[in-house]
């Protein structure tokens, strides 16, 4: 247990409204990220942190902005949702494994349904 | 991720069969993660891998990476049903572990 929340786990809401999705880690981790998981495409990077108020983008960020004010909480916002957004959410952490390597441990996911 | 391709996308297996997934790069793997996922679940880290000819045991998996290091394979020994759920591979391909690119999942079914 990487000690990872997400909130809320599931959400409903309409096109064209504001959604902010929160992860929360206990361990100080420097690295969070957030990707995307759809049928067909796998899980895909939507930005990621390297430090408070140090984010990057990923692979997929269009309509997509983040915020880390600090250290624990790392919050994925979309402006305006649209139906191609509807998707599992998940977070993650840049961690060490028991082997001492750099590995990524995922938070439990928020699904999202945009109507 | 067309970087990355998994084979094969879906398994269905009789309890007790020997398996085997394929995760395979045209670019050099610097790091190679396994995970596993339940449906509606997060991934759990099986294990990485990350130096040529490198071979790693979980219980009854067991994870290669070649010699090349452009391809990994994930073996499951006389499988379980607990075994049965989304194994994803996830790689560093030059980003010195800060960002990792997966494949699509293989959905692994499991018949009693």
């Known amino acids: 247990d990487a000690g990872i929340t997400q909130s809320p786990r599931h959400k409903v809401t309409e096109t064209g409204t504001p959604v902010t999705l929160r992860c929360h880690q206990t361990e100080n981790h420097r690295y969070m990220y957030w990707y995307r998981q759809d049928p067909g495409h796998g899980l895909r990077l939507i930005h990621y942190s390297y430090g408070v108020k140090d984010t990057d983008k990923g692979e997929v960020s269009d309509g997509y902005s983040v915020s880390r004010s600090k250290t624990e909480d790392f919050l994925l916002t979309l402006e305006s949702a649209t139906s191609s957004q509807t998707s599992v959410y998940f977070c993650?952490?840049?961690?060490?494994?028991?082997?001492?390597?750099?590995?990524?441990?995922f938070g439990p996911g928020t699904r999202l349904t945009v109507l | 991720s067309q970087e990355l391709e998994q084979s094969p996308q879906s398994l269905i297996v009789q309890e007790g069969k020997n398996l085997t997934i394929n995760c395979t790069s045209s670019?050099?793997?610097?790091?190679l993660y396994w995970y596993k996922q339940k449906y509606g679940e997060g991934l759990i880290f099986l294990m990485m891998l990350q130096k040529g000819g490198e071979e790693k045991s979980h219980e009854k998996i067991t994870a290669k990476l070649d010699e090349k290091k452009q391809q990994s394979s994930l073996h499951i020994t006389a499988s379980q049903p607990s075994h049965a759920g989304i194994y994803l591979c996830g790689a560093d391909i030059g980003t010195s572990g800060s960002r990792l690119t997966f494949g699509e999942g293989t959905q692994l079914t499991v018949n009693p």
């Open positions: 670019k050099t793997l610097y790091g």
């Open positions: 993650a952490i840049r961690g060490l494994s028991g082997s001492g390597a750099d590995t990524q441990y």
